[in-house]
Structure formats: structure tokens, C-alpha cells
């Protein structure tokens, strides 16, 4: 009888490990996970999902998902994770992972503005000769 | 993408409050339970001990003397300990 946490975002998958044990919230309340658990399948409202290791604790800050549990495979899916095993740090590294994401995707959109911008400027310059 | 950071940051010191509460609580009954050992003990010492050389001395009344002494030093004993865990608060 053994649990496993499996972490997967769009960016891929952040934890694959044998855990003792996942502790995570729904729209219910807080509910924990031991090796040999019923099956579930839940909704997780943005927040912090506590498991334990070998290593000690961990935290996961979600920016929403769902956990499937199922063989022994806790499959935890989320739109955005950031893993830390520290709780006093854990909102600290969530708002450091948001304003650097922020400022990726700022970045991203100017790029593509200087190319439309550029693009314009050359079909107006080919319609004008 | 919405703003989780802050139900994160929420959740997350409520979970750290919640911890300390928990440990502080051991704490404090541990505390009480030392204190009660710090009265006690030197009582029950004072009355064997005062018991016995009440009998080798022949003079009854050395036990209640020596329990009285043992009463007052658990007292103080005990009254210190409590100043001073209520110091470090």
C-alpha cells in the first residue's frame, strides 16, 4: 500500500514522489490523504496543499485544480503551482512567481507589438510606392 | 490569470497561526505539569525526612517542623518558576 503525488501544471509535471501522506483543502473543508485512502476525485479552490515525505513537509500553493485519487496515484492537476517546503515563505514565493510571470508576459505582448508596428510600417511603405 | 497570491498568502498564515497555537498549548501543559512537581517534591521529601528524625530523635514535633519547612520551600520554589514563565511571555 503505497501514495504517490503527482504534480502536473501546463508547464509539466512539478512533483512525481512516494508521499506518507497529502493534507488538502476543497470546497468542503480540509481533508487528508493516507496510503489506502477510498478513491476521490475533488475541487481545489486556490491555496496550499500540505504533503509529507520522507524529507519532511511540503507545501503547494495552487492556483486552483483538481485531485484525483486513484491507485494509489494522488494526481494533483493545476493551472499554476509553486512547490516550497518552508510555510513562513510559501505566499512569499507565490508573489515573487506572480510578478515575474507578470513581467514574462509583458515582455512577451511588447515584442509583439514592435512587430505588428514593424509589419504596419512596411505594408504601408510597399502601398505607398 | 486571476490573483491566487493573496487567498495563498491568507491561507497560509492561518495554517501558521493555527500551528503555533497548537505547539503553545503543549508547551503551557507541560509547564503546568513541572510546576505541580516543583511543589510537591519537597514536601514529600520534608515528610519522610522529617518522619525519620522525628523517630530517631524522639521529638514529634521535628516532623511537623520539617514539613513545614519543606512546605515553604515547594512554595517558593514554585512561586519563582511561575514569575518567571510569566516573564518570558
Not at chain 1, 514574462?104 to 514593424?118: F, K, N, S, T, W
Request: charge should be neutral; hydrophobic fraction near 45%; include cysteine.
Amino acid at each position: 500500500m503505497n501514495l504517490r503525488l503527482r504534480l502536473q501544471t501546463p508547464n509539466g509535471v512539478l512533483l512525481d514522489e512516494p508521499v506518507r501522506s497529502v493534507v488538502a483543502e476543497d470546497l468542503d473543508g480540509w481533508f487528508g490523504i493516507r496510503p489506502g485512502r477510498r478513491d476521490l476525485v475533488a475541487v481545489l479552490p486556490p491555496g496550499v496543499l500540505v504533503f509529507r515525505d520522507d524529507a519532511g513537509e511540503g507545501f503547494v500553493a495552487l492556483a486552483g485544480g483538481l485531485v484525483d485519487l486513484r491507485d494509489g496515484v494522488c494526481r494533483v492537476l493545476a493551472r499554476e503551482a509553486v512547490v516550497e517546503r518552508d510555510l513562513a515563505t510559501v505566499a512569499d514565493r507565490v508573489d515573487g512567481y506572480l510578478t515575474g510571470r507578470d513581467a514574462r508576459g509583458r515582455a512577451q505582448r511588447d515584442v509583439l507589438d514592435d512587430l505588428a508596428r514593424e509589419a504596419m510600417r512596411r505594408l504601408v511603405g510597399e502601398a505607398a510606392r | 490569470m486571476n490573483d491566487y497570491g493573496d487567498d495563498v498568502r491568507r491561507k497560509a498564515e492561518r495554517m501558521r497561526l493555527a500551528r503555533e497555537q497548537r505547539r503553545s498549548i503543549w508547551r503551557h501543559l507541560g509547564q503546568i505539569g513541572a510546576l505541580g512537581w516543583t511543589l510537591i517534591l519537597p514536601i514529600l521529601l520534608a515528610a519522610v525526612l522529617g518522619g525519620v528524625l522525628a523517630d530517631r530523635l524522639d521529638r514529634p514535633w521535628l516532623a511537623l517542623l520539617v514539613v513545614a519547612l519543606g512546605v515553604i520551600i515547594g512554595g517558593y520554589t514554585s512561586w519563582r518558576q511561575i514569575r518567571r514563565s510569566l516573564e518570558e511571555e
